[in-house]
Every structure is written in C-alpha cells, then in structure tokens.
C-alpha cells in the first residue's frame, strides 16, 4: 500500500499538471507577434505565466486585456490586438514596475533585487485605491450614508481577500478625517457608530465617538462611550483622564 499511494498521487498530479495547460493553452498560438515590452522571442509558458499574475493581481479574466470576437468563444480572442485600452495601459505598467525593481527600489535601497510585482499594488483590484480614500471620496462626492453603504457593500465582497484594510483603524481614520478636517460631526458619529457594529471590541471607536459626543454637548452620551472604552482597555490612563474630566 505504503508505495502505492504516492505513485498514484505523482499520476493524478501529472495528469491535472497535463489537463490545466491544455485548457489554458488550446487556440493560443505559439509565437507572438505584437509584444512590445516582453523580449520578441519569450517562451510560451513564461508568457502564459506572466498572463496569469497579470489576471489574479487585478483579479479579472483574460477578455478585461484581450478583445473577444465572439462572446465566451475563448477561440475567437485575438491576442495580438490592442483594441482594449487596458492592454495598452498594462504595458506603461509593466514599463514602470521593471523601472521600480531595476533603477528605483536599488537606487533608494542599496540592494538590487526589487519585489514589486502587478499584484503588490493591486490585490485583486481593476482600480487599486486604500479603503480609507475611498470611502473620503465617496463621501465628499455622494454624503455619509451612501459611504457607509458602499462601506458595508465592499466587506460583504472582499472581507479576507486581502484587498482593503477592514480593520478598525480604517473607519476611525475616516471619521477623524471627517470630524477633524471637514467639520462634520454627525457624518463622523454615523461612521463610529458603523466601527462599533463591525468592530464591537474596538475601545478606540468608543474613545473617539466619546469625545466628538462631548464636543456636541452630550455629556451622557460621551460618558456612556468612554465607560464603554475603559471597559474594553481598562486602566487606559488617556480615557481615565477624560472621564475624570467629564465628571467634574
Ligand atoms: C491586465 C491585462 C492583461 C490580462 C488580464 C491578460 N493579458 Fe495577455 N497581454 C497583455 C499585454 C500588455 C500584452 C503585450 C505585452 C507586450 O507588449 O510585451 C499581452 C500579450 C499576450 C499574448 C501575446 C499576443 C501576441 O501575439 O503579441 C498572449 C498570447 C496573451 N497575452 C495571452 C493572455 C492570456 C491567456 C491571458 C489570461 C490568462 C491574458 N493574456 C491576460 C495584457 C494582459
Ligand atoms: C506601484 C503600484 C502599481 C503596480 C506595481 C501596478 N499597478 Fe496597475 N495601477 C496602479 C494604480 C494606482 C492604478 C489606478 C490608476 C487610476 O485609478 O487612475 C492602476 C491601474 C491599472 C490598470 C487600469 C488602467 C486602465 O486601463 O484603466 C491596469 C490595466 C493595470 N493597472 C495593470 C497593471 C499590471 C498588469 C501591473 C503589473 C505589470 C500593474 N498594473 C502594476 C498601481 C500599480
């Protein structure tokens, strides 16, 4: 038994290996020729490789680059046209991360080698943008509210995937944003009061939803969010002294 397990596992691994390139491979030709940033003569599988990174960094299929003729007929995709505009765009990005790894990332590093790949900027984003702008832009652009439901939108679609930062400090970067730089105090209590639904152990939410509440002139509501606070970070000195504060 013990000898005939992995020989087994090496065949089915050979044969899925066999399976997939056939899948992937059927209907693309051999040679290229409209390459005009990979060398002329790369190698199929180097090629193909590189296609693959470019389509799980932006996490989009071949036809987001390569233009169709007839639609899901993977046949029918003519690879050497640039009708697409995104393939076009991906070579400037191609130029700048070969520039990134062989002049700047040395040049600011002291050490060649650079990392930087499609997939570094992107995760798995057409458009790679932080969570926290986003949602800025969103809210400068359409109010609070559709922020928070783009907010609650985004997570449902790419909570663990990497792609946004969904931890607690996010939301309380945008509301102190919101507070701080725009005035706007209601628009900045809705996205604590969000922080607190998604993050229900955050204390810093708390502390912060407290003090802009006590700026509004609700004192038993800031007394509310600060005990909750020290009781999710007790002995918290900053909370203990505004909460000294707001019972004088
Ligand atoms: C994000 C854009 C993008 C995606 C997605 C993408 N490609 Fe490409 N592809 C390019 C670019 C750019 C070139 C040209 C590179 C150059 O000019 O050196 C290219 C070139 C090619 C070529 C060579 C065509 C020729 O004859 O010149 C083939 C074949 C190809 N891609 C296959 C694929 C396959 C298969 C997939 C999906 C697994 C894929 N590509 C996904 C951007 C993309
Ligand atoms: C240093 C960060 C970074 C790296 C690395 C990077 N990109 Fe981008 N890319 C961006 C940003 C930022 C945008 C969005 C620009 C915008 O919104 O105007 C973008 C946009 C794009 C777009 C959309 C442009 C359009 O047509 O609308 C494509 C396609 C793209 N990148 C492909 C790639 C590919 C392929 C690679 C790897 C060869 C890559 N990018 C590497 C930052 C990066």
Redesign the pocket.
């Known amino acids: 038994m013990k000898t005939i397990i992995p020989a087994r596992a090496a065949f089915s691994c050979l044969f899925l290996t066999a399976l997939l390139a056939g899948s992937v491979q059927a209907g693309i030709p051999d040679t290229f020729t409209n390459l005009k940033v990979f060398p002329r003569d790369i190698g199929k599988q180097n090629l193909l490789s590189a296609m693959r990174d470019?389509s799980t960094?932006?996490d989009v299929r071949c036809t987001f680059?390569h233009v169709q003729k007839t639609p899901g007929d993977f046949d029918s995709i003519d690879w050497a046209s640039d009708e697409i505009?995104?393939k076009d765009?991906?070579r400037g990005?191609?130029t700048?991360?070969r520039n990134?790894n062989s002049e700047l990332l040395p040049a600011s590093t002291g050490e060649s080698g650079g990392r930087?790949?499609?997939i570094?900027?992107?995760r798995g984003l057409?458009?790679?943008?932080t969570l926290d702008h986003l949602l800025l832009e969103t809210i400068e652009k359409d109010g609070v509210d559709v922020g928070i439901a783009r907010y609650r939108e985004l997570r449902d679609e790419y909570y663990g995937k990497g792609a946004y930062n969904f931890s607690p400090s996010t939301l309380n970067e945008v509301a102190e944003t919101l507070a701080q730089s725009r005035g706007d105090m209601t628009g900045a209590v809705k996205v604590l009061d969000l922080g607190i639904e998604m993050n229900p152990d955050d204390s810093i939410t708390y502390l912060m939803k407290g003090k802009i509440l006590m700026f509004q002139g609700d004192k038993e509501g800031a007394l509310a969010s600060m005990n909750k606070a020290l009781e999710l970070d007790p002995g918290n000195e900053q909370i203990i002294r505004i909460l000294d504060g707001i019972n004088k």
């Open positions: 470019f960094a932006l680059c505009k995104h765009a991906s990005m191609m700048m991360v990134i930087v790949r499609c570094t900027c992107h057409e458009n790679p943008q």
